[in-house]
């Protein structure tokens, strides 16, 4: 139950900071554009508004989805990898390498998440949190906050541990998976959503031609 809650959530993340960062862009090129011509009323109107911090928002949603897709990769097998080797290497010993790989891979994404997680805390979030629980903080550096939004840096660098604990998940369940089935998760490239192979053999039957018919 917990882990489709959790899958579902990642998509969901990915889905709207994807849409999210495409809508922000959309919009500022077409005030950009839009504040050049010279139409009464509408070009004061769009110059009044600010979107300066358009860019600066686009490319924070644009690294988040970043960090949370790398972990929906590590789910759904869409990483690229070179196997070539492993994939020559006799049974066992393909499976040893296969675990050695995923040990690393949990080994790396946990490193990376701790690291963050310091960085993180060092870098305003326990200034944040005591003050949110009413702790003494004078002895505490708020932290720097960005350029355009003025939001808090801690926050925005959060994704770095939520995101590299998350993989370091993924890289745990994929172990599991393997160590209980032997397989790994494959991407079908060729496989397209809503498009089954019943209905996908039905759509070509229509397509080809009887036999002693016209060609």
Request: charged share 15%; with cysteine.
């Amino acid at each position: 139950m917990f882990t489709k809650l959790l899958d579902h959530l990642e998509e969901w993340i990915i889905t709207f900071l994807m849409a999210g960062a495409t809508l922000i862009i959309f919009l500022s090129v077409v005030h950009r554009y839009g504040t050049g011509l010279p139409i009464p009323g509408v070009q004061d109107y769009l110059l009044s508004l600010h979107f300066e911090w358009a860019q600066e928002l686009a490319i924070i949603m644009f690294v988040w989805m970043a960090k949370f897709g790398a972990a929906y990769g590590v789910r759904m097998g869409v990483h690229v990898g070179v196997d070539v080797l492993v994939s020559r290497l006799p049974d066992a010993w393909r499976r040893r390498a296969t675990y050695v790989a995923l040990a690393c891979g949990m080994l790396f994404t946990g490193i990376i998440g701790t690291l963050g997680l310091t960085f993180v805390w060092e870098n305003g979030m326990h200034y944040a949190l005591f003050n949110k629980l009413g702790m003494d903080v004078s002895a505490l550096t708020e932290g720097p906050t960005t350029p355009d939004l003025e939001w808090p840096t801690w926050f925005i660098y959060s994704v770095v541990p939520m995101g590299s604990y998350l993989m370091c998940f993924r890289f745990i369940q994929v172990s599991l998976v393997y160590w209980r089935t032997g397989e790994m998760p494959h991407h079908d490239e060729s496989h397209v959503d809503g498009l089954d192979d019943d209905e996908d053999d039905d759509m070509f039957a229509v397509a080809h031609p009887a036999h002693g018919g016209a060609k």
